[in-house]
């Protein structure tokens, strides 16, 4: 998650790995919630692996966090009761 900077994260990222690319982006437009142009939603490949990454419209207290988010695409509503059961 990145506070308007999900677009330049992407770009570096896939600059540092071969075979990587900025696969899709979506865009807020004027009507928001997020700033126009930014990021609701974006895929990118590192070395063949996908990634996903957004831009946050809520302002954080915080620079740095050790979180993170995972990301699970399934296929059917058995594959889901399966992973998160």
């Known amino acids: 998650m990145f506070e308007g900077k999900a677009e330049e994260a992407m770009n570096f990222y896939t600059s540092l790995f071969d075979q990587s690319e900025i696969v899709s982006i979506s865009r807020y437009d004027e009507n928001g919630p997020g700033k126009e142009g930014t990021v609701i939603h974006a895929t990118f490949t590192l070395n ?3 990634f996903m990454c957004i831009d946050s419209y809520v302002n ?3 620079t740095f966090t050790p979180a993170m988010s995972l990301y699970v695409t399934c ?3 058995e594959e889901i009761d399966t ?3």
């Open 60 to 62: 954080h207290n915080f």
């Open 83 to 85: 992973v998160f059961h």
């Open 75 to 77: 296929e059917t509503e």
């Open 48 to 50: 063949g692996q996908e």
